[in-house]
Structure formats: structure tokens, C-alpha cells
């Protein structure tokens, strides 16, 4: 209880550091309107979410979350610019969210972390008065255990990931029905360089490494992939999306 009150109640500016340990906290941990926050940790355990709201992005901007392991919680951006989230671990239905209500979410860095959750990375359809732009975002090194209709990384329709890049990230499948990157949304300048797919499955029914929906306006650039083992497709472009 007081770790969260020593973050809920931090400054622009401020850092925290949280010990090793399990912590169940009764609600989410909420920076509100705060910026060039750390909070750091040598993975302590948390059950609920880190959520990083601004009115706009300009009052949610350069916080740093770095070393924790989410146990059924993790982490919601909403109207954030630059923020970095890093070294963390995510077990649950949904790892890292970024979510536009009243203003644009770009330029956020999720680097060097592992999700072991149904939704690993997700780009959530805007609700007015945001808008549909998270361009600039950067996924690096990052690695992803999708399980049975799980989805690694997914795009919703209105989501604009415009000239974001996503940098050596590995996705490892264990199940018949899956999806490593899923896209509905905009894609267009976007890159993707150096993504694994690894299949694990010997009779997959829906496992694709990527797959295109109805909705994606455009889709991003994919250079290198590399496919192993067995998928029902590589990429799943079942309307017929440029690519």
C-alpha cells in the first residue's frame, strides 16, 4: 500500500525504486499528469496496472517504467509521448496498451522485455477526441509467447502506427490458433526488421505469423523475416491489402 501511495503521489521528476518482492496491491498504480518519472525495480512482482494517463501527451511524457514482472496487471499509455518501458515481464490478458482519449500517443519505446500474455502488445482503436496517430512507436528485442488465440502484437482498426519500427522481435508459438502481429489499422512507413516466427505446432489449424485484416489501410514494411517450423500461413492477406 505504500509503494503505491509513494507513486501515485510522485512529482514531475520524482523516482521510486521498489525492492524485490510480491506485491498484491487492491487497484491499479495511476501517474496522472506526470512526466520524467522512473520507477525502477530489480523485478519485484505486481498484480495490477501501471497506468500512465495525461490530459494530454505533453502532461505524460519521458516516465520510465523499468524492471518489473506483471502477474495478471501491466501497462496502459494513454495520451503519452516518449515514454520507455523496459527489462519488464508480462503474464495476463493484456501486457502493454496504448490508448488515445483526448489527445495522440507517439515516439513511446517498449524494449528488451518478455510477454507471456493473450494480448502482448496492443493498439487500441481511439476514442474521440484522440486521435488515431502512435506513430514513432519502437518495439525492440523484445520476445513473445502467444498462446492458444493469443495475438503477440495487434493493431485495431483506426490505429495509426505510421513510421514505428519493430526491431528483432521473436515470437514463439505453442499452439494450433495464433497470431504474431496482427493488423487492422494503418500501417503505412512503418518498418519491421528482423522478426522471428517460431512454430513449435505440428498441426496448426489458424497460426500465422502475421495477418492482414479488412480495415488495415496499409501495411508496413517487413525486411528479413524468418519463419520456422510449422504455420498455417506465413502472411494471412485474406482482402487483398497493398502490401
Not at 492482414?212 to 502472411?235: C, E, L
Request: glycine residues 10%.
Amino acid at each position: 500500500v505504500y509503494k503505491r501511495q509513494a507513486i501515485d503521489s510522485m512529482k514531475n521528476g520524482g523516482a521510486v525504486y521498489i525492492k524485490s518482492g510480491v506485491y498484491n496491491l487492491s487497484r491499479d498504480i495511476v501517474l496522472y499528469n506526470k512526466s520524467y518519472v522512473n520507477i525502477i525495480s530489480d523485478y519485484a512482482v505486481l498484480n495490477k496496472r501501471i497506468i500512465l494517463y495525461g490530459d494530454s501527451y505533453a502532461y505524460n511524457q519521458q516516465n520510465i517504467i523499468s524492471g518489473i514482472r506483471f502477474n495478471g496487471g501491466g501497462i496502459r499509455i494513454e495520451n503519452g509521448f516518449k515514454n520507455r518501458i523496459e527489462n519488464c515481464e508480462f503474464n495476463g490478458d493484456v501486457g502493454v496498451e496504448l490508448i488515445n482519449t483526448k489527445d495522440w500517443s507517439e515516439a513511446n519505446s517498449i524494449v528488451d522485455s518478455v510477454f507471456n500474455s493473450a494480448l502482448g502488445i496492443v493498439f487500441r482503436t481511439p476514442q474521440s477526441p484522440g486521435t488515431d496517430s502512435y506513430a514513432s512507436t519502437l518495439i525492440a528485442h523484445c520476445f513473445f509467447r502467444v498462446p492458444q488465440n493469443g495475438r503477440g502484437i495487434s493493431v485495431e482498426s483506426g490505429a495509426n502506427i505510421e513510421s514505428s519500427m519493430f526491431v528483432n522481435l521473436r515470437f514463439w508459438f505453442g499452439y494450433d490458433e495464433a497470431i504474431g502481429i496482427y493488423l487492422n489499422g494503418n500501417s503505412d512507413g512503418a518498418i519491421i526488421i528482423s522478426p522471428v516466427f517460431d512454430s513449435f505446432v505440428s498441426s496448426p489449424t489458424n497460426l500465422y505469423a502475421i495477418y492482414i485484416d479488412q480495415n488495415a489501410s496499409w501495411t508496413p514494411y517487413i525486411i528479413k523475416p524468418v519463419f520456422w517450423g510449422r504455420d498455417t500461413g506465413y502472411v494471412k492477406n485474406p482482402y487483398g491489402v497493398w502490401m
